[in-house]
């Protein structure tokens, strides 16, 4: 196994709060859980097991150091962002396809959500809470459908900036972006899945499997 | 301000604070149209959601 070095970002020093092996087990247990964050923010199923197995083995690592304040998942997906922000980095180093270097740039999706006039086609509808209408699995499953369905480009800015909260500057970074196409990024995802959970969310019965 | 414009400025709010003049359109523009403030709060519940989703 390579040998990683240094104390995993985010893991708190200190004390051990948590009996070792009993983290050990819970950090096992999350796995599903970041190779579906990995799988759907790098789109490549081998790099994406690879990043997990580096993010799981980093936080094995910093285990003994690890205080227990907070809740694991969070602890072990501070690790993940950077695993998969270094994995983002080394493949902008590579040439970027045509196709997914034009991605996002088109106004097409957006064109269609307006008339000639920029007023709504499909007027935004009043949410309640949408994830009590559907049951958990179901609601992730349609979360993951939506994104899914976003090109690459716009999916992997928005979980950047929504999911790992990351600044919008440092999104530019990862991305090798500008600001303006971050905007235009961002707005375009949003749009789409905004749209996307409301046609499968509103318009499925609640409780709808 | 029409409801394209409106949409797209809610959206970069959240990632820059609007010029003065940019609030006061946008503000205008949401106090008459109910479907924008409904996408404003869609804006607020994605990451919300997503969260939610992928991490428990």
């Keep these: ?209 | 301000m029409n409801c394209r414009e409106s949409s797209q400025l809610l959206s970069e709010a959240r990632e820059r604070e609007l010029r003065a003049d940019e609030r006061r359109e946008l503000d205008a523009h949401l106090s008459i149209c109910p479907a924008c403030r409904n996408c404003e709060r869609h804006f607020e519940w994605l990451p919300v959601l997503l969260r939610r989703a992928l991490l428990g």
Aim: proline share 6%; aromatic share 6%; hydrophobic share 45%.
């Design chain 1, 1 to 209: 196994m390579p040998r990683i070095h240094g104390r995993a970002p985010g893991a708190p020093s200190g004390g051990v709060a948590l009996e070792h092996d009993a983290l050990l087990a819970e950090i096992a247990g999350h796995r599903a859980g970041l190779l579906r964050i990995a799988r759907l923010q790098l789109r490549d199923a081998h790099l994406a097991e690879d990043v997990v197995q580096e993010a799981m083995l980093a936080a094995v690592r910093a285990a003994p150091t690890y205080e227990g304040r907070g809740r694991v998942l969070t602890w072990l997906v501070g690790i993940l962002k950077f695993k998969i922000v270094d994995a983002l980095r080394a493949r902008a180093r590579a040439p970027i396809p045509a196709s997914s270097a034009a991605e996002g740039v088109g106004a097409d999706d957006v064109d269609a959500l307006f008339d000639a006039s920029g007023t709504w086609r499909d007027k935004p509808a009043d949410w309640t809470d949408p994830s009590h209408r559907l049951r958990e699995s179901d609601f992730r499953r349609v979360l993951e459908a939506c994104l899914t369905r976003l090109p690459e480009l716009p999916a992997r800015v928005f979980m950047l900036r929504e999911l790992f909260e990351m600044e919008p500057e440092e999104v530019c970074r990862v991305a090798a972006i500008t600001r303006n196409h971050l905007n235009v990024l961002l707005y375009r995802a949003r749009m789409a899945l905004r749209r996307c959970l409301e046609a499968r969310w509103v318009d499925e019965p609640a409780g709808g499997s």
